[in-house]
């Protein structure tokens, strides 16, 4: 018993120390991957500060969405919405549109909708209302050109790239911005056929930031009464037109690949209006 309380006390001062060290050395260590963790996935906030204007964002995360696109789409469309719901901030709805009618803008709507235009020069091109005093995203249209998405003789008609843009649509649409440097792995980042085409197949879905950053924005946030699920196609609508002023260009690359424009629709809300051109 003397012995053992000898080496307990000995042991206690020789090993006490070592203890304490290994302790503060792993907790300043979990820190630091925290830290480092953090700041590469940092959330997206609704506003950077008070005097900015919030980021865009559906009121609730009950989206209603209107399938218009024609039938090859439905493998890449239950794809998409899985992801984007797969962490909760998101639910949509899915509601039963026309493939053979013009593209549309219905307030209250996310519209998915397809056009044949082998001949047309865009790939992709979205479009969304939203008010910017409070960030509310009032009506969202993507329209997709199956004339090169489905085209085997184009770089962008596979699976991999259709998989890609509409989950880069949906989110965008959602209210993320598309990513241009970070993110190799992520549906969100911008690439075009100029770009290194294995890395579509890694792009064809959200990474972590894209779902941490849509969590931050539809987290615990509900503006008003949730609606119940729209089923319904709605009645009336807007025709999109594809030939018209989208408004100022404010954001443009890959010399003209990617153009971003603003429109003031002069009742208090703007429309962005994002294209992915297939070539000059
Ligand atoms: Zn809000």
Known sequence: MKNMSKFLKK???????????ALFVITAAAGLVYVRYYSSYAPQPLSSSANEEPSPHWAHGQVALLDSASRGWDIHFTRAIANWESNGALNFSIVPGDESEECFIYVGYMNFCTI??????????????????????TDALFIFNDGALFDKTSVFGNVFWRNKLLCQYMGWSSGLDYR?????????????????????????????????????????????????????????????????????????????????????????????????????
């Open 11 to 21: 042991w206690n001062s020789k090993h006490r120390i070592n203890l304490l060290l």
């Open 180 to 280: 241009y440097k970070d993110g190799t792995d992520s549906c969100m980042k911008y690439m075009t056929w100029q770009s290194d085409q294995t890395q579509i197949k890694r792009q064809q879905d959200p990474d972590v930031t894209d779902l941490t950053n849509m969590m931050a924005k539809y987290i615990d946030h509900t503006d008003g009464i949730i609606p119940p699920p729209k089923i319904t196609k709605p009645e009336n609508g807007q025709v999109f037109n594809l030939t018209s002023n989208f408004g100022e260009l404010v954001e443009i690359r890959e010399n003209g690949l990617l153009e971003i424009y603003r429109l003031d629709r002069k009742d208090g809300s703007e429309q962005i209006t994002f294209i992915q051109k297939k070539s000059k």
């Open 116 to 137: 044949n235009d082998p001949d047309y020069g865009v790939l992709a091109l979205g479009t969304y209302g939203h008010i910017p005093d409070s960030g509310h995203i």
